[in-house]
């Protein structure tokens, strides 16, 4: 059985304030990696960059979860986005997408900006990702 308390009275060592880094030294460092999240939060997350072939992007405007199947139903995305967080949809036929606000996804094809997969709050159960589909709404 493990004894929490003879272990440190057996090693008074282990009771010694940690070191403390020098303010300053602190500072820097905190301020660098908040700076760097910052970055990555500003540019967004990039889901899907490994489809090279993809016309299809899908942005998000604002915190929206995003589901995306194909043809058989098998997921293929399931994520929270965050706002600037882009998702590369494969070049397949009948994907869609589910997500609890169509109004919070903006999409692209070809890199040119079409609009939002539906309008704000309308539930997405279903909805087409083809590029046929997607320009007969423009």
Do not use: W
């Not at 602190?26 to 997350?45: D, F």
């Not at 929270?80 to 996804?105: I, Q, W």
């Not at 997969?117 to 159960?125: C, E, F, Q, S, T």
């Amino acid at each position: 059985q493990y004894d929490s308390t003879t272990y440190l009275q057996s090693n008074p060592s282990k009771l010694a304030a940690p070191e403390l880094r020098p303010r300053a030294q602190c500072h820097r460092y905190v301020t660098a990696e908040v700076t760097n999240l910052m970055r990555t939060h500003a540019a967004g997350r990039v889901f899907g960059a490994d489809n090279k072939d993809a016309r299809l992007v899908i942005k998000a405007l604002a915190p929206v979860y995003l589901r995306v199947e194909d043809a058989r139903g098998i997921p293929i995305l399931a994520q929270m986005l965050n706002t600037g967080d882009t998702y590369h949809v494969p070049n397949r036929e009948g994907m869609v997408a589910l997500s609890r606000d169509g109004g919070r996804l903006a999409y692209q094809i070809d890199g040119q900006d079409k609009g939002v997969l539906g309008p704000p709050g309308k539930i997405l159960v279903g909805e087409k990702l083809d590029i046929t589909a997607l320009q007969a709404k423009i």
